[in-house]
Nanobody, 117 residues
Framework: QVQLVESGGGLVQPGGSLRLSCAAS????????MGWYRQAPGKQRELVAL???????NYADSVKGRFTISKDNAKRTVYLQMNTLKPEDTAVYYC???????????WGQGTQVTVSS
């Protein structure tokens, strides 16, 4: 059974940094597009950052220049480095693994990020 386990969330002051990790129990991890999504109270879940199998990345406009997504295929882990955090970054952050060619899409349980003074 595939599991995605996020860690690294917490409470941070505005302007601070956090690094989220997502450990995936996926044998063919390198064949998956990996993404970080977030959902704030009362809002829809939105894509924050995506890293494709070949390593190309996409970011939401709201986080460009502040967040960086990366992955370590050997460790089957994807990371989200979040710098210059703002109160509007407060949300539950979810890890996603997708392999469209075989129609599979996995989600983690989420980790809370709260940016507040």
């Amino acid at each position: 059974q595939v599991q995605l386990v996020e860690s690294g969330g917490g409470l941070v002051q505005p302007g601070g940094s956090l690094r989220l990790s997502c450990a995936a129990s996926i044998i063919a991890f390198s064949m998956y597009d990996m993404g970080w999504y977030r959902q704030a109270p009362g809002k829809q879940r939105e894509l924050v950052a995506l890293i494709r199998t070949a390593g190309s990345t996409n970011y939401a406009d709201s986080v460009k220049g502040r967040f960086t997504i990366s992955k370590d295929n050997a460790k089957r882990t994807v990371y989200l480095q979040m710098n210059t955090l703002k109160p509007e970054d407060t949300a539950v952050y979810y890890c996603n693994a997708k392999r469209t060619v075989i129609g599979v899409d996995y989600w983690g349980q989420g980790t809370q990020v709260t940016v507040s003074s």
